[in-house]
């Protein structure tokens, strides 16, 4: 059964160029919105050829990809490699250009925990605990993330028809409960390292059920 949506608009839209540290610039258009539940300041970046991806999937057509990302200041901005947010990030910004699609970063950092807690899971998982048990032992739940405000920023671009781009079976069933059809998953690469080894094999163990490499 679906849950209704109360609506948000979109508030302002402007291009951006976009430029990663191995090089790749592509340019998006970034979407800003009134009337999100949780009154955060997610965006919508608009890659590639979006304005047709979003045409096509209205008219019954292919099914527009799209990738929620959740923001980490650690990987996608400082280049942390205790997690793969970072090179989940690139990877997806250069699949969805090509494609032509969507990708929204959404404003919940560790999980949805926010950032000190994330910080302080961190202090924790050097002690010995896995990144699940590190938000468990803080109070908090393994992952908190709602992804309310991520279909009511599809809705408002005109997208109900979605090819995900995620390893993370709870997104698709957040969305489709949403309702927001995810007609189809496609994974996402898995950016194995030293660093985020035990990281990357405690996600894989809360996605065994779904066939799915890891959880992002």
Known sequence: MYQALPVATIRTQVTVPLRFPDGYATTARVFTFDGLVDGREHLALGLGDWPAAVDR???????????????????????????????????????????GG??????????GIGLYAKLDAYALQDAGLDTYEANVALGRGEDERDYTAAAQMLAALGVSRIALLSNNPDKAEQLDRLGTTVAEIVPTGVFLSPANAGYLAAKAGRARTADLPFVG
């Open 57 to 99: 999937q209205a008219d019954g057509g292919p099914p527009a990809l799209v990738r929620p990302h959740s923001e980490c200041l650690t990987g996608d901005v400082l280049g942390s490699e205790r997690c793969d947010c970072g090179p989940q990030l690139r990877e997806a910004v250069e699949r969805i250009t090509d494609a």
């Open 102 to 111: 969507l990708l929204l970063y959404l404003r919940q950092e560790g999980r």
